[in-house]
């Protein structure tokens, strides 16, 4: 019987141990299921100053790329499963635009300008059709072993909040425009002033290049749209200029109405200024250097 006990035991001790180099190798993820990020790269924005040599136009068409500005991010990343992915980061950009960079008749008469940081706390989703595989602790020459998929491409949707304040020059100084009331805010009924704390719906696309089981490399590219069409100041129409004189003072009238008069009725009360059709987008591009944090017990080989 107990020979018969032992032959058991060798013929199933190599399927005990298939079956547990396979459950490992499954499992590896979950030993480092977050990743923290941090990243540098550039900002844009979207919106009615400045922009292509037309009339104002959606999206991409209407990117003005000297306008590109620096951005930074920090985060942490939290595998869901192989596929999905929670990140949870803090952004900082800065976006500008300036009427005088497009040659639009109407825009550049309008001869407006401003800049804004954008801090932006956010929380995406991220979804991928390929696993983050793991290679060996070291990529040792002569020494065979899976390596998996270096790259790592995965898509993102998601939401977060986002601070924002428009600003203009004027005399080498930069003031803050929202308490201006530029457009006569406190003044028309359905003109409440906007609030610098907005809601923002981020997605876009993402790569990640792994050098080894902790340290990665990864690119993100991503467009914000939002629900403010204020991030320049700028949303709909004139208000009476000799009004915003009286009730806000000189500075207001001056950054309200930059144009140099030569057609005034162009800028006279109740004439264009911005479109509250579209609303404000900005977008981030940003390089990031990724750091996988041991959650759980190790499962890899050592060696």
Known sequence: MRKILILLLVAIMPVVSFAQKKYRKSNR????????????????????LGGANQIGT???????????????????RYKLTEYFAI????????????DKLTTEFFRNYRNLSFRSNILELS??????FMKERFGARYRLRGIRGSRGYEMYVYTFGGIGVFYFNPQAQIGGKWYDLQPLHTEGQTHFANREPYSRIQIALPIGLGFKYTFDRRWGLGLELGLRKTFTDYIDDVSRTYYDNNLILQTEGPLAAALADRSDGEFPSITSPGAQRGDPRDKDSYMFGVININYKILTGRDLFPRF
Request: hydrophobic share 35%; charged share 20%.
């Open 29 to 48: 993820w979950k030993s480092y299921r977050m990743e923290a990020h941090l990243g540098l790269g550039a900002s844009n924005f979207l919106g009615e």
């Open 87 to 98: 990140n949870t980061k803090f952004t900082y950009g800065k976006v500008t635009g300036d």
């Open 123 to 128: 929380t995406n989703f991220e979804a991928s």
């Open 58 to 76: 959606n999206y991409f068409k209407d990117l003005e790329f000297n306008q590109t500005r620096m951005a930074a991010v920090v985060g942490l």
